[in-house]
Each structure stands twice: as structure tokens, then as C-alpha cells.
């Protein structure tokens, strides 16, 4: 018997240098996809997947996510007042229930390890979900409810990955591939950003995680890995060595939001995909496209 996936745990404490001066006062994680925070995409994958508790770890700068997360009592009332029945709808649709949600803060920038680590009191002693709001998803499916579905089926601890072209390695964390089991395949080893030459395929992963609780405490030891920062990758080698682990390929697109041409691609798929806009939108890009489709001819 598996235990249930209730909580999930979203680092947002990262600074968002690449992306000045748009995060100088603004975090990256309320940078907008079409007219939504890349972060509202995050979240409403997870409540997608029936997770109950919504645990963020945050950092200075952050306390807009909080409120983005709360109810603006006067932006209700005025929508009501107007009879904009509909844009009260979606807005409510997209708010967690009272009480779902936690926050605590990273206190010092130790990487992504550390982060995860700052929510274990608030996780406890239960299996639960990391979503990193870099990368938004998009299938029929959500990513993390095809995990829970997978880890129905195996337990254990899961990552999503893809495969990413040969030179793109080191920018992730990447798995060594095992025997395939219903769904995806057994972790041999995991690196994070390895050189090109000795990544053990280029299966990258994608920043959705099922985790077992015993890698908070690995964490608490854990020694600061590439880039002189605590890895979740390098935690998760250690636990692979006592539980199992599995990765699955997740079937959909993932972008990546933290480079600026992945949110620009997300921007443009997310777009398509909406019925009220693609329209008009799809002639602006052919537009675009035929009058200044190459870089030369900007
Ligand atoms: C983090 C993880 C890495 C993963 C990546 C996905 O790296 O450490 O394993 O592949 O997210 O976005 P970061 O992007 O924080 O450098």
C-alpha cells in the first residue's frame, strides 16, 4: 500500500537574475503566461493531482505570491457591483481553500536542497510533491497526476523527465537509465549538471518530484554540490540507494520559464491553445513570422 501524495512543496525564494529588470520588484514566479502567473500554473497542476496542503518556501520579496494566493475583497466586491459574474467565476476557481496553504521562508540562498529541506516541518513525516514553478506543463494530463497514477502503481520515490538535445545536459539534473517498469523505467544514478561527456543519458529532469520522507534527513547533511550550492539531485542519489526510484517520461511539452526564449514558448503555446485568443493571435505571429521570420531580417 502507497501513501497518499497530500502536500506539495513549491521553491519560490530564487532571486530571478535572468530575467532584470522584469524581477527587480516582481518575482519571476508572477511573470504572466498569457494572463496568468507562471506560478498559478504550478499550483493548479498540483490541486489537478488532489494535492491538499500547498506548502511554499519563499524568500524576501516574495509577499506578493501571498497575496496573489489570498482573496481581494474589493476586487470582489467592484466585479460584483459590475455583473462580471464570469471573471469573478474564473477567479474564484483559481484560489485555494482556506487553510490549504503554508508558507515559510528560505533564509539564506543555499540552492534548491536546502529549500526543500526549510519545508520539512510543514511536510512531516509523509510522502509528498516538489513542483519547481522554472517549468510549466502542457498536456491533457497534468504531470504530476500521471506521476501519482505511476506512483499508485510502484511507490517509491518518481521524477519526471524528458529527453533534451546532447549539449543541453548541463544545464539540468540528468538519470542514468535502468529497466523499464509499467509507465517509465528504474533510476541507475542521477547528476546534477554534468559535462557534456559524462551525463549518463539525456534524460533531464523536469522538476516535478515524488518524493519519501526520509530524504529530509539526507538533506540535513547534505554537502553542497555543483555550483558550490545543496542539490535536491545529489539527496535524492543518496536515498536511491536505499528506496526505490523511477523515472517516468512525461507525456506532454514542458517549458522551461527560467530562459527567457522557454517562457517566450510558452507564451506563444499557451496562447494557441486558448480558443478566445488563437484567433487573432495566430494571424499576428504569421504576420510576424512572414515579414520578419529570421534574425537577419529583424
Ligand atoms: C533544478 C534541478 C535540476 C532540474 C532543473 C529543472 O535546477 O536542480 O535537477 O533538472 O531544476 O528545471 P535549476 O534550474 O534550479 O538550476
Redesign the pocket.
Known amino acids: 500500500m502507497t501513501r497518499a501524495i497530500r502536500k506539495a512543496v513549491f521553491p519560490v525564494a530564487?532571486l530571478g537574475t535572468r530575467f532584470l529588470p522584469a524581477t527587480k520588484a516582481m518575482p519571476k514566479e508572477m511573470l504572466t503566461v498569457v494572463d496568468k502567473p507562471v506560478i498559478q500554473y504550478v499550483f493548479e497542476e498540483a490541486r489537478e493531482a488532489g494535492i491538499e496542503h500547498f506548502i511554499f518556501v519563499t524568500g524576501r520579496n516574495k509577499s506578493v505570491i501571498e497575496d496573489h494566493f489570498d482573496i481581494q475583497v474589493e476586487l470582489r466586491d467592484t466585479l460584483a457591483k459590475r455583473s462580471k459574474f464570469t471573471e469573478l467565476e474564473r477567479l474564484d476557481s483559481q484560489m485555494p481553500k482556506a487553510g490549504t496553504v503554508s508558507y515559510t521562508r528560505q533564509q539564506e540562498p543555499l540552492g534548491?536542497g536546502h529549500a526543500v529541506w526549510c519545508a520539512r516541518e510543514m511536510v512531516g513525516d509523509e510522502p509528498f510533491a516538489v513542483l519547481?514553478p522554472?517549468?510549466i506543463m502542457q498536456a491533457p494530463q497534468g504531470c504530476l497526476k500521471q506521476m501519482s497514477e505511476q506512483y499508485n502503481e510502484t511507490g517509491g520515490n518518481i521524477v519526471s523527465v524528458e529527453e533534451c538535445e546532447p549539449e543541453e545536459v548541463t544545464?539540468?539534473?540528468i538519470v542514468g537509465r535502468g529497466k523499464d517498469v509499467p509507465g517509465g523505467f528504474e533510476v541507475t544514478e542521477m547528476v546534477?549538471?554534468p559535462e557534456a561527456d559524462k551525463a549518463p543519458s539525456n534524460f533531464?529532469?523536469?522538476?516535478r518530484y515524488i518524493l519519501q520522507p526520509e530524504v529530509m534527513e539526507i538533506l540535513s547533511n547534505q554537502a553542497a554540490g555543483a555550483g558550490g550550492e545543496i542539490?535536491?539531485?545529489d539527496a535524492m542519489l543518496a536515498l536511491h540507494g536505499t528506496q526505490p526510484f523511477f523515472a517516468m517520461p512525461f507525456n506532454g511539452t514542458t517549458y522551461?520559464c527560467?530562459s527567457k526564449s522557454g517562457f517566450l514558448a510558452a507564451n506563444v503555446a499557451f496562447a494557441l491553445s486558448r480558443p478566445d485568443i488563437a484567433p487573432g493571435f495566430q494571424a499576428a505571429l504569421r504576420e510576424i513570422i512572414a515579414t520578419r521570420g529570421s534574425v537577419e531580417a529583424a
Open positions: 530564487g534548491l519547481l522554472d517549468m544545464k539540468y539534473g546534477e549538471k533531464y529532469i523536469t522538476g542539490q535536491l539531485t522551461d527560467g
